[in-house]
Each structure stands twice: as C-alpha cells, then as structure tokens.
C-alpha cells in the first residue's frame, strides 16, 4: 500500500461528508497556519512604532477581533474540506439552531454585546469602570461573552458583556486620564475658615498623587447642624487607587487640624425631659 493510498483512506462518512486520513493532516496545517498568522499579527500591532498611535486596549480589541476572524475562516475550510456545504448544513438545522436560539437567547445577547464592545471601543483593557453603582474594577480582559474585571480587593469578578450595554456603566477612564474625587470635612462653628481653606489645600498640595494642573479647590459647602461643612476637591490619574489617595488626605487634614486647633465637632443633641410625662418619683432614681 503507498503513501498516497494511505493518506486517501476513507476513516468514516456521514451523508456526503468523508473524512480521510489526510484531512485529519490538513486540520493540522489550517489551525497551525491561522495560530501562526494570529502571533504574526499580535507582534505587528504590539511594535511600538504602531502602538504609537494606538492605545494599548485599542491593539487588545483589535487582536481579539482578528483571531475571531481567522479561527472562523479556519473552521469553514476545514468544513469544505471534508465535503460539509456551509449553506445545507445551515439549511438542515435552521430548526434545531432556531431551538437553541430561544433557549441561549442571554448568550447571544452577550457576544452580540461583546462585538459592540470591540468594535466601539467605549470600554477598552485597563479601563477602570463603575458598574450599576456597586462594582468598581479596572477591565482586564474583554473577550467574545464575558470580560475579566479586577477589583480594588484583588479579586477578579467575571462580567457578562450585557452589562456593559444595558447596565448603568461609569467609565473613569474614557475620555480623560485624570478624575475629579473629593473628601468631605467639617468644622466647628467659630473656626477660621480661611485657615481651614489653606489647611485643606496644603494636605493636598503634598500628596505625590494629586494632579497640579488643574489643582485642588475647596467649596464651602453647607452651614450643616453641628459643623461648617467643606469639600476638598482634587484631580488624580490613580483611579484605580482613589481610596486610599481619599484615605491619605483625611490622615494629614486631621493632623494639620489638631496642629493649628481647628476641631472637627461630633454630632450632638440636646434631650429635653418634661416631668408632667414621667412618673412621680422618676427624676429622683435619675
């Protein structure tokens, strides 16, 4: 037997459909060629002369779009190889595909989701996004259904693309890489406020975190019931961070404030008694 009746023996066939043993060679040259190509592609776009005009999350879309692509076309030759037609096998489980579809109606909501977001860009890698006002995390991987997100706590949480569409998304580092944050203060009645203003604006003159350009402003924000009530408000880069840039701040605010006797009140309440309402007797065991 020669090596071209070998290769040329027919393992099984389904309908119209052979496989032979040089097709199970040929699987193994199509998906090493579109794997190939795939890497080809990822090192053109990832060169620094192309990711000088491309932000990183921008190059991960468009490798993720590319590989969807390549492996498809890969598929469908691999099909065509075999003798399988691309239109009857569609034509023969139009039924069965239609049944499915009803079934993962929510699945194909997410990859349909998940093609918007390649393609719009709205939400890229290394995004730090707010998600319906209860999940805060930076976008590490955005893929075909779901998208890796990497909390504050370290925990990475996976995220059905429909989220991203239909829920109430922040995203913090969409248009402009610096955020505006603020850290709530108040201060007793008869404080200086001009001194608690310069108070305020040197704790965030100091932190190495907290943008120049535009810099940090105090609003007077409210004569509250127990304490004059100020918002200092600054711009950062460190999204991603904030909390413990907020959490900084309020340690040296409070150490600047007990340096120059600026106290921060505690809310108080006066309680009246009236003695007609309270048993004879009462106020003694008081």
Do not use: C
Request: net charge negative; glycine share 6%.
């Amino acid at each position: 037997m020669t090596i071209g009746n070998i290769l040329d023996y027919e393992l099984f066939t389904v309908h119209d459909a052979t496989l032979r043993v040089w097709n199970i060679f040929w699987f193994a040259v199509v998906i090493g060629i579109a794997w190939l190509l795939i890497r080809i592609i990822k090192l053109v776009l990832n060169r620094q002369v192309i990711a000088r005009d491309m932000d990183k999350g921008s190059v991960v879309a468009l490798i993720q779009l590319v590989k969807y692509f390549v492996y498809t076309i890969a598929i469908v030759i691999l099909l065509e190889s075999v003798g399988v037609k691309m239109s009857m096998l569609l034509a023969s489980s139009a039924a069965f595909l239609l049944a499915i579809g009803l079934g993962l109606q929510q699945v194909f909501y997410d990859i349909v989701s998940g093609i918007l977001l390649l393609f719009e860009g709205t939400i890229r890698v290394e995004d730090v996004v707010e998600i319906n006002q209860d999940l805060v995390g930076k976008v590490m991987h955005i893929g075909l259904r779901t998208s890796k997100i990497e909390t504050r706590e370290n925990i990475y949480v996976i995220v059905p693309n429909s989220k991203f569409i239909s829920g109430d998304v922040v995203n913090w580092s969409h248009i402009t890489k610096s955020t505006r944050f603020k850290v709530t203060v108040g201060v007793a009645y008869g404080s200086d406020i001009v001194l608690v203003k310069n108070l305020l604006l040197k704790a965030a003159d100091k932190h190495e975190n907290v943008e120049e350009n535009p810099g940090p402003f105090v609003r007077f924000n409210d004569f509250g019931d127990s304490a004059l009530d100020f918002e200092l408000y600054f711009w950062t880069s460190e999204t991603f961070g904030v909390e413990n840039i907020k959490s900084d701040l309020r340690f040296k605010i409070d150490a600047l404030f007990r340096e120059h006797n600026v106290s921060i009140p505690f809310p108080q309440r006066d309680l009246h008694i009236r003695s007609s309402d309270l048993p004879a007797g009462s106020l003694r065991n008081l």
